[in-house]
């Protein structure tokens, strides 16, 4: 009685069991990787945004 009376005022929970660590490291995508964010790839629309992140990054400086 005494485990079921535990289950009622806390619930089960089916989550993980342990914490795992996230690799940060691994990116998908191109558009995240540095060369693409600052332009230096060589794609004119790249360097455009790159550009624009900048103004964007010091608008508030």
């Keep these: 009685m005494d485990d079921?009376?535990?289950i009622l005022e806390n619930?089960?929970?089916f989550g993980?069991?342990?914490d795992k660590p996230?690799?940060?490291e691994k990116i998908k995508t191109k558009a995240k990787k540095?060369?693409?964010i600052t332009g230096a790839h060589g794609s004119?629309?790249?360097k455009q945004?790159?550009?624009y992140?900048?103004?964007r990054a010091n608008r508030h400086k």
Excluded: C, T, V
């Design 53 to 55: 992140r900048e103004q």
């Design 22 to 24: 996230k690799r940060e």
């Design 44 to 46: 004119g629309s790249a």
């Design 49 to 51: 945004k790159a550009k």
């Design 4 to 6: 079921f009376q535990l």
């Design 11 to 13: 619930g089960i929970n």
């Design 34 to 36: 540095k060369k693409y």
């Design 16 to 18: 993980r069991g342990g």
